[in-house]
């Protein structure tokens, strides 16, 4: 109770706060808490902006593109990489450097080669939520316990019974903090796709009103989005715990 | 396989991989407008890093302020959150909700503000990092066994031997371990800062390359990002290495 009280008191002090020192300010720039449902209704009213439901069912389109491609690609190369040794060692190097990369200076060069269509965006999303997937599988079949796979084997287990039975409980809850993981980032990279350079899509429109200097618009807007993203992480945060209750 | 063997093996695919690249372009499967073929690339090396070089300076050195301020932020806002229960309840939510809406929301916003200069740059990679730095040092304060302070404090301990002796060398890993992730966050929120409203520094120079559709030059000046990241991490990892050690 007292935590929930004091979670509120945050939200209305940082929300007050910031109404005070913007409220002297240019409202241009310095875009105040309370003109936002305003600006919301208006946008609602009177459409200035391209129709937002084809621009979100685009963008909707794109994240769940890049998902199924990041997460096809990472299980694949995951699994190829953990169950065999040898060449896990040799590559899995070479993944953890790429990771270290700073992933935004792939995209110009996506940007060249895909244009600024669909294209670009969902391979900066793949790219992204790729490198998660299959760090966690490679996690994950390092934390299966070598006795158990032994046993069972020999007990006349088959491989698949071996890897559904005992593989993949043991290492379940890794490999899906790691697919939820992929899903924020490529959510990233298509927002960040679109926001960078796009005919099309959520961050086209965010970035348009921004353009066009409708500031309340582009605040309204990129709240609605972060609000969308956080429901959404939210929905994999559900996930990831009943799975991880399944595999105990 | 020995360690000379997996170097070999590492050596042999990065060169079988450079080799059908360089024939995939040769044969028309790709296209050299787009995808120029690694010999151009090397070509260009020279002439890019020249013309990148003080870019890099620059981006570099606004991705360590902003590292800086965020490691700041980061180890001191997760020792607070982490060892205080009440407020640890009460705000984590917020950071959590913070660490996962997608920054490049307020991009725009940082930059109206704070105009096309070093000032958009440096916070955006403070916003980048800092929030990845708090929850791990929050999650490793936390984390510290009660009873190491419980001993500490009974065989006469003040509290500034606490936190020197025992809470430090304790929280000291994930402190490390934040500060390893969030350098690589801090140069992405640099070069994306610059690729979205820069007027120099290396984003701005390789989306304008991009633009331009000088692809050769594009590849090379990845390329040179991309070690320069990778050395930078794998000193940081050697460094954490060492102090893992002195714990």
């Given at each position: 109770m007292k935590v929930l009280a004091g979670r509120i008191a945050i939200a209305v002090a940082v929300l007050a706060l910031w109404e005070a020192?913007?409220?002297?300010?240019?409202?241009?720039?310095?875009?105040?808490?309370?003109?936002?449902?305003?600006?919301?209704?208006?946008?609602?009213?009177?459409?200035?902006?391209?129709?937002?439901?084809?621009h979100v069912w685009l963008t909707v389109k794109e994240i769940a593109a890049a998902y199924a491609i990041a997460v096809a690609a990472g299980l694949w190369l995951g699994f190829l990489l953990g169950l065999r040794t040898t060449v896990g060692r040799v590559?899995?190097?070479?993944?953890?450097?790429?990771?270290?990369?700073?992933?935004?200076?792939?995209?110009?060069?996506?940007?060249?080669f895909f244009g600024l269509g669909p294209a670009s965006k969902i391979a900066f999303g793949v790219l992204l939520g790729f490198f998660p997937?299959?760090?966690?599988?490679?996690?994950?079949?390092r934390q299966v316990p070598p006795t158990l796979v032994t046993v069972a084997r020999s007990m006349g287990a088959r491989p698949f019974t071996v890897f559904r039975?005992?593989?993949?409980?043991?290492?379940?809850?890794?490999?899906?903090?790691?697919?939820?993981?992929?899903?924020?980032?490529?959510?990233?990279?298509?927002?960040?796709?679109?926001?960078?350079?796009?005919?099309?899509?959520?961050?086209?429109?965010?970035?348009?009103?921004y353009g066009l200097m409708m500031t309340r618009e582009y605040a309204v807007l990129a709240v609605l989005v972060g609000a969308g993203v956080l429901a959404l992480d939210t929905a994999g945060a559900l996930v990831e715990a009943r799975v991880k209750r399944w595999a105990g | 396989m020995g360690r000379l063997g997996v170097l070999g093996c590492q050596a042999l695919s990065l060169g079988a991989l450079l080799l059908l690249w360089e024939a995939a372009v040769r044969t028309g499967v790709a296209d050299p407008l787009f995808v120029p073929t690694p010999v151009a690339v090397?070509?260009?090396?020279?002439?890019?890093?020249?013309?990148?070089?003080?870019?890099?300076?620059?981006?570099?050195?606004?991705?360590?302020?902003?590292?800086?301020?965020?490691?700041?932020?980061?180890?001191?806002?997760g020792l607070w959150l982490g060892s205080r229960r009440f407020a640890h309840a009460v705000a984590m939510p917020y950071v959590v909700a913070a660490y996962g809406v997608p920054k490049v929301l307020v991009l725009p916003w940082i930059v109206l503000i704070c105009g096309l200069g070093t000032t958009t740059a440096v916070l955006t990679a403070t916003l980048f990092a800092v929030f990845?730095?708090?929850?791990?040092?929050?999650?490793?304060?936390?984390?510290?066994?009660?009873?190491?302070?419980?001993?500490?404090?009974?065989?006469?301990?003040?509290?500034g031997q606490v936190s020197r002796k025992v809470l430090l060398p304790a929280v000291?890993?994930?402190?490390?371990?934040?500060?390893r992730v969030g350098i690589v966050f801090a140069m992405l929120g640099v070069l994306l800062a610059e690729m979205f409203a820069g007027t120099r520094?290396?984003?701005?120079?390789?989306?304008?390359?991009?633009?331009?559709?000088?692809?050769?030059?594009?590849?090379?000046?990845t390329a040179i990002v991309s070690v320069l990241s990778i050395v930078v991490v794998l000193s940081l990892e050697h460094l954490s290495r060492r102090l893992s050690r002195w714990r």
């Open positions: 020192v913007a409220a002297p300010l240019n409202p241009l720039f310095y875009i105040r808490p309370s003109v936002l449902p305003g600006a919301l209704v208006a946008m609602w009213r009177v459409p200035e902006l391209p129709p937002l439901a084809e590559y899995e190097p070479l993944l953890a450097a790429l990771y270290a990369v700073p992933s935004v200076i792939w995209y110009p060069s996506l940007m060249l997937v299959v760090l966690s599988v490679l996690a994950g079949v039975k005992v593989m993949l409980p043991a290492m379940a809850s890794t490999m899906v903090g790691g697919l939820r993981a992929a899903l924020a980032l490529a959510v990233v990279g298509v927002l960040v796709g679109e926001i960078l350079g796009a005919r099309a899509g959520v961050g086209y429109v965010i970035s348009y009103a | 090397a070509a260009a090396l020279g002439p890019t890093a020249r013309e990148a070089l003080p870019r890099l300076g620059d981006t570099l050195l606004k991705a360590l302020l902003g590292y800086a301020l965020a490691v700041g932020l980061g180890v001191l806002g990845p730095i708090l929850l791990m040092v929050a999650a490793g304060a936390r984390d510290v066994d009660p009873t190491l302070v419980t001993a500490a404090v009974a065989m006469g301990a003040t509290r000291m890993p994930s402190v490390v371990a934040g500060m520094g290396m984003g701005f120079l390789m989306q304008r390359m991009a633009l331009a559709f000088r692809a050769s030059d594009l590849f090379a000046a």
